[in-house]
């Protein structure tokens, strides 16, 4: 007979079998003796967890003789055929190979006819989330309202890849990564049914290995002994995978926590020169690191977890490390883990982590520099290489004694004023036409994009608190833009200021626009209008009205202006 590998041969075959998912086991078996067993299930979570084994035995529960029963016989011939994968009414189907659309409507023709010789036709569709979007739409109407006599059985490790249709329409169990000591137990009794001898220690580290995966680590078991023969020890273990193991690793952790760079970097390349894998050693300090930030945040848990060997090194460590600094080297040490796994040269990668790691405690924190500022000690001083310079000790200065003939004083500076930035204010004696001026000049320095236009208003008289200024006609919307309440007080502060009492603008609009007044010239004869090859002059251009209306609406001004040149033939 042919070798059969503990994966396949310590396969569960009842619900009494699995390891590590109480919660389903608990809610499937309450379904089948209520009965009320849903038309399909989605069983999502990671590798190894048991979710094909999980939806077999569920299989089985509902097919066996005198059934649906949850404590079936496995040695049905039923139960036997569903193992074997003979059964004619419970198809696994490969939904990485099956993904088309075509094999969804073969599957929705054959789920319409009875089942051949069981009470339900149950379909098994492992890694459902490689069907296509097509697929899954065909799948739908009969995912929803299926024949009586028909079941699914879905099993994902990538559930969020499955659309949330067949959500909706399907009961999700959610496997959880199996622990560490439920793993460590199966495979020891694994080892006891095989007749093999095994370590505690040697079985927690396959177990660590296998990052919550029951089928990773019998397979690593299973490899272990290939190798090795029938006697595993932690030594065999720590060979085969390239580990350290607690006393290298804690060992190193030391020099890290006291900063010896150099003694770091020499047990580095020891493990390194030994064959050791950069990648497992970064990954055991995290697992150590993280031992004693549990440890001293709840020192019952890591007792419950950890081996007596193991643990004593982890009391150490959290003696000599404070908590926030535990803190900081596990979160640096996980983005080291990061690069390393994409890393090209992965020992070199590995060098540089440890040594700014081995500085870590020369760094200052924050709380630090808060909690020393708040009780006024004196502030912590790193040196240029980022070690604690030196106190200097603060001589007292000695007095300066009095000159004999003391200097004759010279007459102090005459300080110069300095050159206001805005127009000073007016006498009490200003007129309100001054006032009006001097109220200009300053909302044209406060807001110089419309410096040209609030200097084309005119004082026409002030009535009592009401000063009334007119605006062209055509200045509509600037009279709204004066008398916004952000532009408004710069105008009556400054004749508040000039005139001594509080007045409020008035603008009146006046038709035709209002002009400076200018002495009387003889009229200049009638200007041509430029023909397409004549070019305006750089005032008659600044002064376009549609070009004033541009830099209005976009708050704009014009820097240089420089006409085009005459197209030469």
């Known amino acids: 007979m042919a070798y059969e590998v503990f994966a396949r041969k310590y396969r569960p075959r009842t619900f009494a079998q699995i390891v590590g998912q109480p919660h389903i086991v608990r809610t499937l078996a309450g379904a089948i003796r209520q009965g009320r067993v849903a038309q399909a299930y989605l069983f999502a979570g990671p590798r190894g967890t048991g979710k094909t084994s999980t939806a ?3 299989a089985k529960a509902l097919e066996c003789t005198g059934g649906p029963s949850v404590d079936f016989d496995p040695s049905d011939p039923i139960c036997l055929e569903i193992d074997s994968g003979r059964c004619l009414d419970v198809l696994e189907i490969d939904g990485a190979s099956n993904n088309g659309v075509e094999q969804v409507r073969e599957l929705r023709e054959s789920a319409r006819f009875a089942p051949a010789q069981c009470r ?11 069907l296509t979007q097509a697929a899954f739409n065909a799948l739908l109407k009969t995912l929803e309202e299926p024949p009586a006599h028909v079941k699914f059985l879905f099993a994902t490790t990538e559930p969020q890849k499955v659309p949330a249709t067949v959500h909706s329409r399907c009961q999700r169990f959610d496997f959880r990564r199996i622990s560490e000591k439920e793993i460590a137990a199966h495979l ?3 080892c006891t049914a095989e007749g093999l001898t095994a370590d505690s220690k040697a079985l927690a580290l396959l177990a660590r290995n296998a990052e919550g995966s029951l089928r990773d680590a ?7 002994v290939g190798f090795y023969g029938g006697e595993l020890s932690e030594e065999v273990v ?7 193991g607690t006393g290298p690793i804690a060992a190193l952790a030391r020099q890290i926590a006291e900063g010896a760079a150099a003694e770091a970097l020499h047990l580095l390349h020891g493990l390194l020169e030994s064959g050791k894998e950069a990648m497992v050693l970064s990954r055991e300090l995290v697992h150590l690191f993280r031992n004693v930030a549990v440890y001293q945040a709840a020192p019952a848990l890591i007792r419950e977890e950890l081996p007596a060997s193991e643990l004593s090194e982890v009391e150490a460590l959290s003696r000599a490390l404070p908590p926030e600094t535990t803190l900081s080297l596990l979160e640096d040490l996980t983005q080291w883990e990061g690069r390393l796994r994409v890393a090209a040269n ?5 060098e540089v982590g440890i040594l700014e790691l081995t500085h870590h405690k020369e760094k200052v924190s924050l709380e630090r520099l808060l909690q020393e500022l708040s009780s006024g000690g004196p502030l912590p001083v790193l040196s240029s290489v980022g070690t ?3 106190a200097i000790p603060k001589e007292p200065i000695p007095a300066i004694p009095e000159p004999a003939n003391p200097p004759v004083p010279l007459a102090p500076p005459v300080p110069k004023e300095p050159a206001p930035s805005l127009p000073p204010p007016a006498t009490a004696k200003t007129t309100p036409e001054e006032a009006w001026r001097l109220a200009v000049d300053r909302f044209a320095q406060k807001r110089p994009l419309e410096a040209e236009s609030i200097q084309k208003s005119r004082f026409l008289e002030r009535r009592g608190d009401i000063l009334e200024v007119a605006l062209p006609k055509d200045f509509r919307q600037k009279a709204a833009y004066f008398t916004d309440p952000q532009n408004r007080p710069i105008l009556e502060d400054a004749l508040r200021e000039a005139l ?6 008035d603008f009146l609009l006046i038709d035709p626009p209002i002009a400076p007044a200018k002495k009387e010239r003889p009229e200049a004869p009638a200007k041509k209008a430029p023909g397409p090859e004549e070019q305006r002059t750089e005032e008659e251009f600044r002064n376009d009205p549609l070009i004033q209306e541009a830099l209005r609406l976009f708050e704009a001004r014009i820097v240089s202006a420089t006409p085009p040149q005459p197209k030469t033939t």
């Open 218 to 224: 019998e397979g690593a078991l299973d490899q272990v």
């Open 188 to 190: 020891s009794s694994l």
């Open 238 to 244: 720590l060979e085969m995978f390239g580990m350290a």
């Open 388 to 390: 604690p310079a030196p």
């Open 346 to 350: 992965r020992n070199l990668l590995l």
């Open 120 to 130: 339900f036709k149950i379909y098994v569709i492992d890694e459902v989330h490689m």
């Open 56 to 58: 077999r035995i569920l």
């Open 500 to 505: 001594g009492d509080a007045v409020t603008v």
